[in-house]
């Protein structure tokens, strides 16, 4: 391809990236060194409070990590990556496996399977809550079981949130985890069978190892979304729930609602900067798997 054609193809997307997204990046890592005050929003050479200097170095940062609620949100957010994402995944493997098997009415169970992954997440959340409250089907089975009124707590809230992520995202592993075993070779599981491999085995050492960079993107996806939740933390996690939030929350909450814009970029920064010091490791391995396979 001629060097001309390329960049008559490559320009519009490079123009497009570095509008939404280089530039906002950039520019939420600017204002994290300023105090922005709402009254003069942007205007960063105006700051009443600090002698008429906006500019205040590091200390939205150490702000931040003096600020025990970000180190609760933080907790919270890692706990809810740690757990929904390998079940995420887990449930996604073991259903497609099942769709894989099944002859009639395939279509007809994928399609209910994917209605979860169709609906917003914020109808989700609100599906899945109703569930817990209102004399919903969850709240009447656990009060027959032990006969006491149930209400979401403290303690319950998180396995609620946990729930309605897992149930929603589900599906997106499910789907592309089938299509991954649509393109497994037949001859690979008839040579499995011939050699005696059982089902765990030739799940453990023919279909996962086939569907490996299929998992590797699942994984990644997962954690980057997992990380940055919102809707169902939203929904469910009200101020009766403080130790329930998310780290996209407690950002929200320290930029606009105490109007803290400064502290508010400078946690958007640590949030991009959590989210690729988790996928690091998968990132690292996804290049060496290319490596291996150009040499």
């Given amino acids: 391809m001629k060097r001309r054609t390329f960049w008559t193809f490559a ?11 280089a530039f906002p990046l950039a ?4 204002l994290s060194f300023f105090r922005v005050l ?7 050479n105006v700051c009443e409070d600090l002698g008429g200097s906006c500019f205040v170095g590091w200390k939205n940062y150490t702000d931040v990590f003096a600020d025990e609620e970000f180190w609760t949100a933080l907790w919270f957010t890692l706990r809810f990556v740690a757990i929904t994402v390998p079940v995420q995944i887990a449930f996604g493997l073991a259903v497609a496996l099942l769709l894989d098997r099944v002859g009639r009415g395939r279509s007809f169970y994928m399609a209910a399977l994917l209605t979860p992954f169709i609906v917003t997440p914020v109808v989700g959340s609100l599906i899945v809550k109703d569930l817990f409250e209102r004399g919903g089907l969850i709240k009447f089975v656990i009060e027959a079981l032990t006969g006491n009124d149930f209400l979401l707590s403290t303690g319950t809230v998180n396995y609620a949130i946990y729930l309605q992520s897992i149930w929603h995202v589900m599906p997106f592993a499910m789907i592309s ?3 991954g075993l649509q393109s497994l070779p037949e001859e690979r599981m008839e040579a499995a069978s011939i050699d005696g491999a059982g089902f765990w085995r030739s799940l ?8 490996r960079s299929i998992l590797l993107f699942i994984t990644m996806v997962s954690l980057m979304d997992a990380y940055r939740v ?8 009200t101020e009766r729930f403080s130790d329930s939030r998310s780290l996209q929350i407690y950002t929200i909450e320290v930029a606009q ?10 946690l958007s920064v640590l949030t991009v900067l959590g989210v690729f010091v988790i996928l690091f490791p998968f990132l690292h391995l996804s290049y060496k798997e290319q490596i291996a396979e150009r040499s």
């Fill in 204 to 211: 453990w050492h023919v279909k996962i190892p086939h569907l």
């Fill in 177 to 179: 985890l089938f299509a």
């Fill in 11 to 21: 320009t519009p997307s490079v123009l497009i990236m570095t509008l939404l997204m």
């Fill in 27 to 30: 520019t939420t890592l600017y």
């Fill in 38 to 44: 709402p009254r003069n929003r942007y205007r960063l």
């Fill in 230 to 237: 919102y809707d169902s933390v939203f929904i469910f996690a």
């Fill in 257 to 266: 609602d105490l109007g803290r814009v400064g502290r508010g970029n400078a």
